[in-house]
Nanobody, 115 residues
Framework: QVQLVESGGGLVQAGGSLRLSCATS????????MAWYRQAPGKRRELVAG???????NYADSVTGRFTISRDNAKNTVCLQMGSLKPEDTAVYYC?????????WGQGTQVTVSS
């Protein structure tokens, strides 16, 4: 059974930091491209950051320079370090695993940034 379990969300003041983690099981983690998406109320889900099997990363323009995605293939985890948080970063953040279009999703973790 495939499981992606996010943790680390919460309430933080603007300018603060949070670190999200996604623990996976049931997949061969190292062959999956991993990513973080987010969805704010009334908005479409959007890609925040991705990391390939080789460690190449990409970021949404809105988070470049503030967020860092990383992966640990030994621990089957992917993390998102978020800094300089803004109220507009408020959303449910989802972990995603993708292998040639075959995708798995976590249940999401809420991040709320107060002004």
């Amino acid at each position: 059974q495939v499981q992606l379990v996010e943790s680390g969300g919460g309430l933080v003041q603007a300018g603060g930091s949070l670190r999200l983690s996604c623990a996976t099981s049931g997949i061969i983690f190292s062959i999956y491209t991993m990513a973080w998406y987010r969805q704010a109320p009334g908005k479409r889900r959007e890609l925040v950051a991705g990391i390939t099997t080789g460690g190449s990363t990409n970021y949404a323009d809105s988070v470049t320079g503030r967020f860092t995605i990383s992966r640990d293939n030994a621990k089957n985890t992917v993390c998102l370090q978020m800094g300089s948080l803004k109220p507009e970063d408020t959303a449910v953040y989802y972990c995603n695993a993708d292998r040639n279009g075959w995708q798995h999703w976590g249940q999401g973790t809420q991040v709320t940034v107060s002004s």
